[in-house]
């Protein structure tokens, strides 16, 4: 198998080029739900809760747990769960704005 080329990023580094995990959102920002790499389990629960891929959130308060701003609603989120959230900035426009 041969050397990446020096200075060469592995194909998921690059994949998750400007993907920030909940937990180091910007307060007050608008991002959209990119992927959650979390367990079945806790995917299950945070969709229950409307945290899921495609979804507009807002991260209001941090701490443990945070406060996620998800369709209009505050819900709690544990800091263990949101640092499995990767969001990506809204797009820019009317509709990219809130959560």
Do not use: F
Request: charged share 25%; proline share 9%; aromatic share 0%.
């Amino acid at each position: 198998m041969p050397d990446r080329p020096s200075g060469a990023a592995p194909a998921e580094a690059s994949a998750d080029a400007g993907l920030i995990p909940l937990t180091e959102l910007p307060l007050d920002t608008c991002a959209v739900v990119a992927e959650v790499r979390a367990a079945t389990d806790d995917v299950e629960v945070l969709k229950t809760m409307g945290v899921c891929e495609g979804r507009r959130v807002m991260l209001v308060r941090r701490g443990d747990p945070m406060i996620v701003k998800v369709l209009g609603a505050r819900l709690g989120v544990s800091a263990r769960l949101a640092e499995l959230v990767l969001t990506r900035p809204c797009p820019a426009g009317p509709e990219g704005t809130g959560a």
